[in-house]
């Protein structure tokens, strides 16, 4: 019988190339075939490349015939359109850039290509990463592949849509407050946030530079731990990534949690957490108990301080790193402008989305003579509290266990009004990025018939720990889970 390329893992389909039950340019074919037939309803590509994908697997095939194939050779990956690949649009879902096509690689991508990954297409976003629904993109709708009428979550919500939705095998997202977790734990796939400087974001269009990192999104946790190894290592590209050694993460996993403490933060049970998430979460870390986890409880006092401190020190940074984006040296340009200024403005107006204008105003503002040291300097503080209660918790145990997000995916339209509500939804994945620390989320069950995710975190560069527990948890979890 004929496997489904299109529903393998990344090792179940490393698997068939070494045995030559299929080939790379198997691989892309029926990936892009699948695109042709799903993705109209589904919406999770907003380019696809599908004669430079052949080509790179033709080529794929030929290196692994003369073993010379790397880690990943012959696997399509798709690649949130916020990170440059070489010859193709990176518009980051805004009118602002479109027409712009890199002229270079981000290291994410070298690193990828030169293990023999395949550069499939690019996926939707919120515009500039900003948003958590991929209802701010300006280039398209997405929908949740579980049920059409619901949002992917976001900013990656395009990566996890593909990926739960049979059209790649893994793709690569950013998370920035939570963008690679929420979106996997709403579209019900794995999705991992590296430590703050474990993978290089040169070559990553830039939200919030402190904070941003580029993860893998994964139908498995052993996959995501491989694509990690392939993606982490310190780049001279980037002075903010840290020259530590990057562990075999797959060689690390293991099949139960003796030995490990897992503690559970008393401040992430808050009102507005759904019932049906707070059930399978729990349902999650009893689990984890019976693989032989000691579970306690743990405080993160500061936590309440969290969404604040994040939206001003992102918005802030948000507000500096887009004022590049200004019609002259790419994307759009308004026509007929009558002076610097008058280019400046018109064009901004116009290319940017109402999300990231209530960012960059917010952050500016934030910056602004008089009221630096009220906001700006007051949230750099309270981020340090934050990274010191992460600090004292792992003192007590191994990684912390959470739900990922306080509800499961909301209907279109549902918080689009009302961009506070959207923004207290992150409360739970904000305070990994404010401290530097790493995250994952791994399906655990559901709530209400859509995906709940479970989140793990772990101790800044101990991403082995948060996916060994991860691992552990889905096998037991087994298939099913979505009911």
Same mark, same amino acid.
């Not at 989320?441 to 101790?459: N, T």
């Given at each position: 019988?004929?496997?489904?390329?299109?529903?393998?893992?990344?090792?179940?389909?490393?698997?068939?190339?070494?045995?030559?039950?299929?080939?790379?340019?198997?691989?892309?074919?029926?990936?892009?075939?699948?695109?042709?037939?799903?993705?109209?309803?589904?919406?999770?590509?907003?380019?696809?490349?599908?004669?430079?994908?052949?080509?790179?697997?033709?080529?794929?095939?030929?290196?692994?015939?003369?073993?010379?194939?790397?880690?990943?050779?012959?696997?399509?990956?798709?690649?949130?359109?916020?990170?440059?690949?070489?010859?193709?649009?990176?518009?980051?879902?805004?009118?602002?850039?479109? #027409?712009? *096509?890199? !002229?270079? %690689?981000? =290291?994410?991508? @070298?690193?990828?290509?030169? /293990?023999?990954?395949?550069? +499939?297409?690019?996926?939707?976003?919120?515009?500039?990463?900003?948003?958590?629904?991929?209802?701010?993109?300006?280039?398209?709708?997405?929908?949740?592949?579980?049920?059409?009428?619901?949002?992917?979550?976001?900013?990656?919500?395009?990566?996890?849509?593909?990926?739960?939705?049979?059209?790649?095998?893994?793709?690569?997202?950013?998370?920035?407050?939570?963008?690679?977790?929420?979106?996997?734990?709403?579209?019900?796939?794995?999705?991992?946030?590296?430590?703050?400087?474990?993978?290089?974001?040169?070559?990553?269009?830039?939200?919030?530079?402190?904070?941003?990192?580029?993860?893998?999104?994964?139908?498995?946790?052993?996959?995501?731990?491989?694509?990690?190894?392939?993606? #982490?290592? *310190?780049? !001279?590209? %980037?002075? =903010?990534?840290? @020259?530590?050694?990057?562990? /075999?993460?797959?060689?690390? +996993?293991?099949?139960?949690?003796?030995?490990?403490?897992?503690?559970?933060?008393?401040?992430?049970?808050?009102?507005?957490?759904?019932?049906?998430?707070?059930?399978?979460?729990?349902?999650?870390?009893?689990?984890?108990?019976?693989?032989?986890?000691?579970?306690?409880?743990?405080?993160?006092?500061?936590?309440?301080?969290?969404?604040?401190?994040?939206?001003?020190?992102?918005?802030?940074?948000?507000?500096?790193?887009?004022?590049?984006?200004?019609?002259?040296?790419?994307?759009?340009?308004?026509?007929?402008?009558?002076?610097?200024?008058?280019?400046?403005?018109?064009?901004?107006?116009?290319?940017?989305?109402?999300?990231?204008?209530?960012?960059?105003?917010?952050?500016?503002?934030?910056?602004?003579?008089?009221?630096?040291?009220?906001?700006?300097?007051?949230?750099?503080?309270?981020?340090?509290?934050?990274?010191?209660?992460?600090?004292?918790?792992?003192?007590?145990?191994?990684?912390?266990?959470?739900?990922?997000?306080?509800?499961?995916?909301?209907?279109?339209?549902?918080?689009?009004?009302?961009?506070?509500?959207?923004?207290?939804?992150?409360?739970?994945?904000?305070?990994?990025?404010?401290?530097?620390?790493?995250?994952?989320?791994?399906?655990?069950?559901?709530?209400?018939?859509?995906?709940?995710?479970?989140?793990?975190?772990?101790?800044?560069?101990?991403?082995?720990?948060?996916?060994?527990?991860?691992?552990?948890?889905?096998?037991?979890?087994?298939?099913?889970?979505?009911?």
């Amino acid at each position: 019988m004929t496997p489904d390329l299109t529903s393998l893992t990344v090792h179940g389909a490393l698997a068939l190339l070494e045995s030559k039950a299929c080939t790379a340019v198997d691989l892309v074919d029926a990936l892009v075939a699948a695109i042709a037939a799903r993705d109209p309803e589904l919406g999770a590509y907003v380019s696809l490349d599908a004669d430079g994908a052949r080509r790179e697997a033709e080529a794929a095939d030929k290196a692994r015939a003369a073993g010379t194939g790397g880690r990943l050779c012959g696997i399509p990956v798709a690649v949130k359109d916020v990170l440059n690949v070489r010859g193709q649009p990176c518009t980051c879902a805004s009118r602002i850039l479109q #027409g712009y *096509v890199a !002229p270079y %690689d981000a =290291t994410a991508i @070298a690193r990828l290509r030169a /293990a023999g990954a395949v550069m +499939l297409g690019r996926t939707n976003m919120d515009e500039f990463a900003m948003g958590g629904s991929t209802e701010n993109s300006a280039l398209k709708r997405t929908r949740n592949p579980r049920h059409p009428d619901y949002v992917p979550g976001g900013s990656s919500g395009g990566s996890a849509a593909a990926v739960a939705g049979g059209v790649a095998l893994c793709a690569l997202g950013t998370d920035t407050g939570g963008s690679i977790r929420q979106p996997a734990a709403f579209c019900g796939c794995v999705g991992l946030k590296p430590s703050y400087g474990r993978v290089s974001r040169y070559g990553l269009t830039a939200f919030a530079s402190s904070l941003d990192q580029v993860g893998p999104m994964t139908r498995t946790v052993r996959d995501a731990a491989l694509l990690q190894e392939v993606l #982490g290592g *310190v780049d !001279p590209m %980037d002075s =903010t990534s840290v @020259a530590a050694p990057v562990p /075999a993460y797959t060689e690390r +996993l293991t099949t139960d949690l003796r030995g490990m403490t897992l503690g559970v933060p008393r401040e992430y049970v808050v009102d507005g957490l759904d019932a049906g998430v707070e059930r399978a979460v729990r349902a999650a870390i009893e689990r984890c108990r019976e693989l032989g986890a000691r579970v306690i409880e743990v405080s993160l006092p500061h936590t309440r301080y969290a969404i604040a401190t994040y939206y001003v020190i992102a918005t802030a940074e948000a507000s500096a790193n887009l004022a590049r984006f200004d019609g002259v040296r790419y994307g759009q340009r308004c026509a007929d402008a009558a002076d610097p200024l008058d280019l400046y403005e018109r064009t901004r107006a116009a290319g940017f989305g109402p999300e990231v204008k209530r960012r960059i105003i917010l952050g500016t503002y934030v910056l602004s003579s008089g009221y630096y040291d009220a906001y700006y300097l007051s949230a750099q503080k309270v981020r340090t509290l934050i990274r010191r209660d992460f600090e004292q918790a792992f003192a007590q145990c191994d990684a912390l266990v959470t739900p990922c997000t306080p509800t499961p995916a909301y209907r279109f339209g549902e918080k689009t009004d009302d961009p506070l509500q959207m923004y207290l939804g992150d409360i739970f994945t904000v305070t990994a990025n404010l401290a530097g620390i790493c995250g994952l989320s791994v399906p655990c069950g559901v709530a209400g018939g859509l995906p709940v995710g479970l989140q793990i975190l772990g101790p800044a560069f101990k991403e082995e720990q948060i996916l060994r527990v991860g691992h552990a948890y889905e096998l037991a979890r087994g298939e099913g889970w979505l009911g």
